[in-house]
């Protein structure tokens, strides 16, 4: 069962930055792709980002060339850089890893909460 501690949420204001990170206690980190989704009251599940071993990087349209996901693969972690935040970024942010090999996001992180205001 892999694990997925996320840190870093909090409360920022409009135009500011936040840094989010997790740590996955998989022993085989390299073979799982890492990303973030998000999820705000009322609204559907989002995908924010995800990046691969290789450092292959996919962005949601709602947030590219705002935020950046980075992974230490030495460290099992990876990391979400989040500039320039909106009001509509208030979200429950999660960690989610999936193998290379499976087609769905299996294991997802308790999740932390990141609110914008105006």
């Known amino acids: 069962q892999v694990q997925l501690v996320e840190s870093g949420g909090g409360l920022a204001q409009a135009g500011g930055s936040l840094r989010l990170s997790c740590v996955n206690s998989?022993?085989?980190?390299?073979?799982?792709?890492m990303a973030w989704f998000r999820q705000a009251p009322g609204k559907e599940r989002e995908f924010v980002a995800s990046?691969?071993?290789?450092?292959?990087?996919k962005y949601g349209d709602s947030v590219k060339d705002r935020f950046a996901i980075s992974r230490d693969n030495r460290r099992n972690t990876v990391h979400l850089q989040m500039n320039s935040l909106k009001p509509e970024d208030t979200a429950a942010y999660y960690c989610?890893?999936?193998?290379?090999?499976?087609?769905?996001?299996?294991?997802w992180g308790q999740g932390t909460q990141v609110t914008v205001s105006s």
């Open positions: 998989a022993r085989t980190f390299s073979t799982f792709i």
């Open positions: 989610v890893a999936r193998h290379f090999a499976d087609s769905e996001w299996r294991n």
């Open positions: 990046i691969t071993f290789e450092g292959n990087r």
